[in-house]
């Protein structure tokens, strides 16, 4: 069991930063791999950013590679999204995922967050 809490959200002006954390709990925490996925209005959830539970293992999606860097710190059981030139594009909400298996698929992971709200004006 992994509960997991996002913050860092809100308003940002194109070309803007963001930096997202998602706090977990569990001792098991480090053996987790996370993700980060988002869904703007009106659309689906989609994959933005994982990690193994291996650090430095990566995995992003196209449209957020070279923009967006995901990183854990398991001494603090948190996942980081640094999020940079940021895009009206980007606007969504944000969630947090924890899971066993490492890759882009919903299905891997079994714990989410809540999610929180990234707006990008133009």
């Known amino acids: 069991q992994v509960q997991l809490v996002e913050s860092g959200g809100g308003l940002v002006q194109a070309g803007g930063s963001l930096r997202l954390s998602c706090a977990g709990s569990g001792r098991t925490f480090s053996r987790y791999a996370m993700a980060w996925f988002r869904q703007a209005p009106g659309k689906e959830r989609e994959f933005a950013a994982s990690i193994s539970w291996i650090v430095g293992n990566t995995l992003y999606a196209d449209s957020m590679k070279g923009r967006f860097t995901i990183s854990r710190d398991n001494g603090k059981n948190t996942v980081y999204l640094q999020m940079n030139s940021l895009t009206p594009e980007d606007t969504a909400v944000y969630y947090c995922?924890?899971?066993?298996?490492?890759?882009?698929?919903?299905?891997?992971?079994?714990?989410w967050g809540q999610g929180t709200q990234v707006t990008v004006s133009s």
């Open positions: 995922a924890a899971g066993e298996l490492f890759g882009m698929s919903r299905s891997y992971y079994n714990f």
